[in-house]
């Protein structure tokens, strides 16, 4: 079992930066990484960056491509969004989950952070 809380969220002006973090406990050796999704009101929850626990291999939606670097420290079995360039659009509540392997769906994230707002005013 592996547990996940967010933390970092909050409001932010466009153009301004925002780290989340993600703190793991539990058998995250037993899992390849963590992900980033996030779901703004009346969309679905869209995938937004991922990394592996061992190897460090990182990818990134589109849409956050160039802005959005995500990292580790495993030694805190902690998982870092930074966040810069923000947008209205990048509102939403963000949350973390642990994979088993690389997906972008969030059909394969066995287990989820409780999310932490993201708000950018324009």
């Known amino acids: 079992q592996v547990q996940l809380v967010e933390s970092g969220g909050g409001l932010v002006q466009t153009g301004g930066s925002l780290r989340l973090s993600c703190a793991a406990s539990?058998?995250?050796?037993?899992?390849?990484?963590v992900g980033w999704f996030r779901q703004a009101p009346g969309k679905e929850r869209e995938f937004v960056a991922l990394i592996g626990w061992g190897d460090g291999f990182s990818y990134y939606a589109d849409s956050v491509k160039g802005r959005f670097t995500i990292s580790r420290d495993n030694a805190k079995n902690t998982v870092y969004l930074q966040m810069n360039s923000l947008k209205p659009e990048d509102t939403a509540v963000y949350s973390c989950a642990s994979t088993r392997a690389v997906y972008t769906s969030s059909a394969y994230y066995d287990y989820w952070g409780q999310g932490t707002q993201v708000t950018v005013s324009s």
């Open positions: 539990g058998r995250t050796s037993r899992t390849y990484g």
